[in-house]
């Protein structure tokens, strides 16, 4: 498995890294930890001209810990998971994060390349969905922000125009219990299913819920109506069928090595349930 | 030396029983093994394959003119280019043909079509790039009974009208071989007679042994003084230097073939590759060294799979749980070419180790192996050809007995054991098993994991299943197997003509330090470690002091290398050998510097002794000393043996293992809670590396039995090509293990040792897939397939109505 | 193809190599600096074998650009152990037998010693779970769990004996 050539870019800044991408147009990729895209690179699935790193742009690093999270598009699983101000304000981040890949690649692995890259599999975009995070693009005509919730079309196919480049995400400072539930065969798999859930409750009852499922479409998938049927109840087991029933309405599995639609589906629910449960003993 | 007692040089030599540290570890702990991949040649070049992205095609045209182009290509071979050589197909272990480039088709995805050499592996993979292969996409046949259909399309046009193959009749453009043992007869008559029949399809599925170093080699043709050396992923490398000299038509004296450290061979490395034979080529042509090395698609597509045997059994009993015989047949799917690496009179290997650790009166076995649209293969992975089948086999067959009585399963196993002074063991299909105390073993194995107390919980928890207190269920999983490993006698086993013997040659130094050479070579498996031990106990000379060197066919004697547990069995017993021919001309020497009989002496630990006087004895430093430096009337100089083994028989290996998992009946999920395995090898020769084994061997029938396989879709695409989707456990989902062991020596091996490497393996997938099983028997199921993976555990509990 | 100028520091030695950008830091190590402790196993990220030290953090040197190391500070097997070769590590793997054909011991090893320097009091499930980039196919993994537990309280005992 041996990549193909490629002229190599590392601009010291967001506007250097844009002229690049404005210059070369789609023979031009961005990377970061570069651990989804190298491996397609070296099984020779894409072919790219001109990878531009973005490793060297300070812009892109950083996290500030407020009534807003912003969290620069090059910090790492790893900084993400050790950064004792971000697991502090934002929990499920961290339990996530801990879930996605091995040490390693964590060390390396970005959480701007996991949201923006478009890969269903990917644990951060469905994430980024439940947290009602934003992500910051820059580009020739200057920045603009995308709910993470309007950003994904399709796999590998999201708002970001090519001549883009994923600078941060934003996202209120969550409240509340918070629970990431994900089966997988093995470490270092993608999940079967997923589920993100980040609730509010007032007097033992649920007063803001927000659901999010990953890798059970081409796309991450928020369900909006999952959440409503969980507001105003406690989450007793006719709030979460009814939670359930809903999730299963907006996804759409395919079949793979992991097992038929059926299954999946059947383990979304469960996933669900129990991510449920879970944030809600957190409340 | 001489100051210390007999128990203290006994535990200086650090021989048989001694858990001596490893001395490979320290090269292998800074980073300074020398794999296949290390090595460096000046002006080297690199080769790799165009391969073919279908199961079943014909080839039209293959373009080679933009890959040539580019700088720093030398040459593209085809089959073409091979023909003349004769090299275009080569033989494979089990009597077949196989192409080494694709001749007019292709039979598999992944089958190796044209071989490019470049001057490095980065503009290598530039070329393959630019070859455009035109293929005529022809039916494909992935499912072995289909392939005996009919209508089914013909895979292999270079056999049309050959009705005999290697092993017989072929009874189907599709079949290659029908191999029948026992009695067929008899037995079908026990079937129609008896109480209770159990009768089930058990499916032993495709995987992978899957080293973490996947194969390669360095081909370096010396055109000056005409000598081919070979270094490369071998697990036997003699057979492949005799292999190398029939192909090539260069002798065998000219060609020195060197198994550097390997990475782990579980039997992918015994077959003779495409990559070997092109490798070889390209260094004839070009006049330089030539590396191939196969990256880890190549080596899950291409290179030898293991398993895929479809195994239907019926077994018979009375009503008491007796059992009165047992029927198999087995449609064996071997790929493309049969490229299975077994003895050559045994196409289905050992499979008819079948009646396991059970007296059962009449037996028999009907194998017909199949082609279809899948890689060739077909190897022991970390098992003795088939018997990793056979045991998983009747361990099912068992459970499904058991559930048909109504019986509880170690119950039905204690009855039907063979009983300890029935061995040596005639089998109904014809094994005479060496050695055994089942029963011992049993019952230790069932008292220590507290059996009754596990099926009283597993009782409760069923209960509370019904109840709806819970959603998880338990599963107690039993195994109880015999290997048959060591092949093994001459007279009925060889390889391509070769006998299965094994050798050791030992020379002794004159300062009493030795050096020692065996035909077979270590993967991991710690031979410069163990067999120091053994002769350590042979000839007094501390392990520390004794080399072991093996892997290079210009230094070591012939032999036929390491795979199916045969090592220890084999040239272990070699070692032993040699080591007593040294011991019985140092007795000689001893008596001349003592002045004494020989039959005055007696041996010491480290030294021969005169009987009565023990003050007066020479060591066996002083008598290698002696062998150098005096001339001893009637004696030649020197202190050296060999020894050539063939052994008498084959050994019989065994060991209870227990698992107990707990199953989450929504997810599929298994947690496995504990693994007990207990393993009788017969004596032991380094306990640390023998749990090391089974720790090993263990987890990669977890890794078999709960996840890994080989599968392809119906258009023959393998869907399992990376260690994405095929399952290799990390440290996190592995579980523990704990060892224990009954001692039963081999009465025919020289030291009582019989193997252990495989015999994890062995037992311990019947073990996990039995648990499984067990947790759903108190539900209705009977048999479900391999491997346990999360959604075919949550399909059992969905198809028994376990989710409301 | 263009070729780059790559500066490196590997094993605290400062070393130069012209290489292509789209090299592997694997190939970088092995092919043209002769380091041939890690080795190449899974090529997608998955076995470890190849883990070595970068910038104080362990990482799968066959998904890593030469281009994108530039400067960058390599700890390699070779590189981990004194002059005498055996570390702490090496001693605890060699006396725990944990390793049986070593082909991934050298990633283990050099991700062992980042996990005890990031935590050095692990628990045997946080070994397993720092551990998990790193598959083993001969040991089950008890036995180098096992001996980096050990070494882990080798290297405490030391420290405390230090102060």
Known sequence: MIPNTFEYHRPKTIPDALAVLTQHGDEARVIAGGHSLIPVMKQRLTDIAHLVDLQDIADLRGISVGDTIRIGAMTTQHALITHAGLSAAVPLLAEAALQIADPQVRYLGTIGGNVANGDPGNDMPGLMMCLDAAFVLSGPTGTRTIAARDFYFGAYSTERAEDEILVAIEMPRPSGGYAYEKQKRKIGDYATAAAAVQMTAVAGRVATASVAMTNLSDVPVWSAAAGAALVGTDCGPVAVNAAVAAMLEDINPGADNRGPVEFKRHVAGVVLGRAIARAFSRL | MNDLSHDQRVAGLKGLGSSRKRVEDARFTQGKGNYVDDIKMPDMLFGDFVRSQYAHARIRSVDTSKAVALPGVIAVLQAADLAPLGLHWMPTLAGDKQMVLADGKVLFQGQEIAFVIAEDRYICADAIELIEVEYEELPVVVDPFKALQPGAPVLREDLAGQTKGAHGERIHHNHIFRWEVGDKEGTEAVVAGADVVAEEMVYYHRTHPCPLETCGCVASMDKINGKLTLWGTFQAPHVVRTVASLLSGIPESSIRVVSPDIGGGFGNKVGVYPGYVCAIVASIVTGRPVKWIEDRMDNLMATAFARDYWMQGKIAATAEGKITGLWCHVTADHGAFDACADPTKFPAGFFSICTGSYDIPVAYVGVDGVYTNKAPGGVAYRCSFRVTEAAYFIERMIEVLAIKLGMDSAELRRINFIRKEQFPYQSALGWEYDSGDYHTAWDKALNAVGYDALRAEQAQRVADFKAGKTRSLMGIGLSFFTEIVGAGPVKNCDILGMGMFDSCEIRIHPTGSALARLGTISQGQGHATTFAQILATETGIPADQITIEEGDTDTAPYGLGTYGSRSTPVAGAATAMAGRKIRAKAQMIAAYLLEVHDNDLEWDVDRFVVKGVPERFKTMKEIAYAAYNQAIPGLEPGLEAVSYYDPPNMTYPFGAYICVMDIDADTGVADIRSFYALDDCGTRINPMIIEGQVHGGATEAFAIAMGQEIAYDEMGNCMTGTLMDFFLPTAWETPHYTTDFTETPSPHHPIGAKGVGESPNVGGVPAFSNAVHDAFRPFGLTQSHMPHDHWRIWRIANQLGLHG | ?163
């Open chain 3, 1 to 163: 193809m263009s070729k780059m100028h790559l500066k490196l520091k590997v094993n605290g030695k400062s070393v130069e190599t012209l290489c292509e950008p789209r090299e592997l830091l694997i190939h970088v190590l092995r092919e043209r600096l002769n380091l041939t402790g890690p080795h190449i196993g899974c090529e997608t990220s998955h076995c470890g074998a190849c883990t070595v030290d970068m910038n104080g953090m362990s990482v799968k040197s066959c998904t890593v650009f030469a281009a994108q190391v530039q400067g960058a500070e390599i700890t390699t097997i070779e590189g981990l152990a004194g002059p005498d070769g055996m570390g702490v590590l090496q001693t605890s793997f060699r006396e725990h037998h944990g390793l049986q054909c070593g082909y991934c011991t050298p990633g283990m090893i050099t991700r062992a010693h980042r996990l005890l320097q990031e935590n050095p009091n692990p628990t045997e499930e946080e070994v397993r779970f720092g551990m998990a980039g790193n598959l083993c196919r001969c040991t089950g993994y008890q036995n180098i769990v096992k001996a980096i537990l050990h070494a882990a309280s080798e290297l405490n005992a030391s420290k405390e004996a230090a102060q």
